[in-house]
């Protein structure tokens, strides 16, 4: 049955927003898979409200290559700070859930369409994409999380662009430009209060629940107003505080349109209402300082296919049609995937979607060894791919160590020798989770300490410590690098210098997190 934007919402109570967003939510999906925050959630619940300082802190920045070969900044915020952004969550969820409502109440279909969600199977946030699409590429869905951000289910969800594409001519599409980082964290108090209330400085020092939303924001981002974090999960849903009063004007002027995140499709009778729409849009996002990607805007002729083209072609592909591949089938299919990415500006989404498609199938020993090859050698050139490795091949397969070891060891030469971080992560992520060694003649940070990384420098700890031993020179090497970064307040290693140091050396809330045993490392990366 369908439910509406602010039904979803209403379903989750504030404790399950708080445990979702903290304990499930901190940690982005685009890192390796070796970190938690349960124990952080569990040790939150029992402290006094003293230990958790309101102040200005520094994320830790991790560069994840993005599907056209840039980087994208994805963030771990402080934890400290991050836990007194989710409280304030739930302690106000009452009046989000108000603003949802008040908000998306003029819509007849759901706009929105990436939003929290509580599911049945599951406890996810995040899950990019659609039903089908999730279907088709049998996408594991993690069943420990608590709820579930952008998984469309046909069972609850409308499908509102067929019904408006039979009486429309055009279809308009545009994105916002660097959304989370154009957002003024101010904004959000304009959303709710209205931007001339919100300006009244009297207002901005009131006690209510945006203006502390606002402060809270920025401790999290250096006491910066200008861009919120991407990565952790709760900053999703305080960006929809403010795009759902951009929907609202829209849909008041009767648009048929919808909204993944920040990108929008607009369906009209007729060209002019399109060009009418983006400028429309244009002006209610300029409203909150926000402007539209110019690359990325475009007004289409009807009837146009429901996916992108690559989508539809990979969908036609005889290989849909079979259980099994062989060798000559995987080589021509994997051909087929680099001639579209050829002719598609080289958008690795195709080649990620594309191999997802079929790692679900059965296939020869021949043919999976020139999938793993293949793969291999456009990870190299795509390093967007190198999430595809472990559950799509290594795990699907059961692909063996002495090759995962192989294409490890390639990951980490050639994420070295060219500063790539996020190659030189998984690469080490691997040889922990794999159980093996490196072949090289000094220490993991001696190679790798100089890309100045945190998660890299995490890693190459965990890695020096499980091979040489607690005590040994490479493990009093990091923990001498740590101590000079937490001495010297480069708070955006807090990650790592907290990982390594002991409690003695650390102050304050760390200190007490440390004696306390609280770890943000997964239990098997932990011994």
Not at 231 to 258: C, P, R, T
């Amino acid at each position: 049955m369908f439910k509406s934007y602010y039904q979803q919402h209403s379903l989750l109570s504030s404790d399950e927003i708080y445990e979702g967003l903290l304990s499930y939510g901190m940690f982005s999906d685009n890192l390796p898979s070796f970190l938690q925050s349960v124990d952080f959630f569990a040790w939150c619940k029992v402290q006094k409200q003293a230990t958790f300082q309101r102040t200005e802190t520094t994320p830790v920045y991790y560069e994840s290559i993005r599907n056209i070969n840039i980087p994208r900044i994805i963030t771990i915020p402080n934890p400290i700070a991050y836990r007194n952004l989710c409280f304030s969550l739930k302690n106000n969820w009452n009046d989000i859930l108000l603003h949802f409502q008040t908000y998306t109440g003029n819509q007849d279909w759901k706009v929105s369409r990436i939003h929290i969600r509580k599911t049945k199977e599951n406890k996810k946030i995040l899950v990019l994409g659609k039903y089908d699409t999730l279907k088709v590429i049998n996408r594991q869905i993690d069943k420990e999380q608590l709820f579930d951000m952008g998984f469309s289910d046909y069972r609850e969800d409308d499908d509102p662009l067929l019904k408006f594409k039979i009486k429309s001519r055009f279809q308009a599409h545009a994105d916002i430009s660097n959304c989370f980082g154009s957002i003024y964290t101010h904004s959000l108090t304009w959303a709710v209060a209205g931007k001339s209330n919100a300006k009244v400085k009297a207002n901005r020092k009131k006690k209510n629940w945006y203006n502390d939303l606002d402060s809270l924001l920025m401790n999290t981002n250096n006491g910066e107003t200008h861009g919120i974090l991407i990565g952790a999960h709760a900053y999703n849903l305080v960006s929809e505080i403010i795009l759902v009063v951009i929907d609202y004007q829209l849909a008041e002027k009767d648009y048929k349109f919808i909204r993944h995140i920040d990108d929008y499709i607009c369906l009209t009778e007729n060209y002019e209402k399109a060009e009418k729409f983006l400028a429309d849009l244009s002006n209610e996002l300029r409203k909150f300082g926000l402007i539209l990607n110019g690359k990325k805007v475009s007004i289409e002729g009807l009837p146009a296919t429901r996916n992108s083209s690559w989508i539809v072609d990979i969908s036609n592909h005889p290989v849909s049609l079979v259980n099994y591949l062989n060798y000559n089938l995987m080589v021509n299919y994997l051909d087929f995937l680099l001639s579209l990415l050829k002719t598609n500006n080289d958008d690795a989404t195709i080649l990620n979607y594309g191999i997802k498609v079929i790692t679900g199938k059965r296939a020869s020993n021949n043919a999976v060894e020139y999938l793993i090859d293949t793969v291999h050698h456009l990870v190299m050139i795509y390093p967007y791919l190198v999430g595809l490795l472990e559950n799509q091949l290594f795990e699907r397969y059961k692909v063996n160590v002495s090759t995962i070891k192989n294409i490890s060891v390639n990951l980490l030469n050639y994420g070295t020798e060219r500063n790539s971080y996020e190659l030189v992560a998984y690469s080490i992520y691997f040889s922990l989770k794999y159980d093996f060694e490196f072949d090289i003649n000094s220490s993991l940070l001696e190679k790798v300490g100089n890309l100045d990384d945190c998660l890299t420098l995490l890693l190459a700890y965990l890695y020096d410590k499980k091979k040489y031993g607690t005590c040994s020179k490479a493990v009093k090497q990091h923990k001498i690098i740590a101590e000079h970064l937490y001495n010297n307040n480069e708070d955006d290693y807090w990650l790592y210098y907290y990982e390594v140091l002991p409690a003695n050396i650390l102050k304050n809330y760390w200190s007490k997190m440390k004696k306390d045993k609280i770890s943000f490392l997964k239990q098997v990366f932990n011994n």
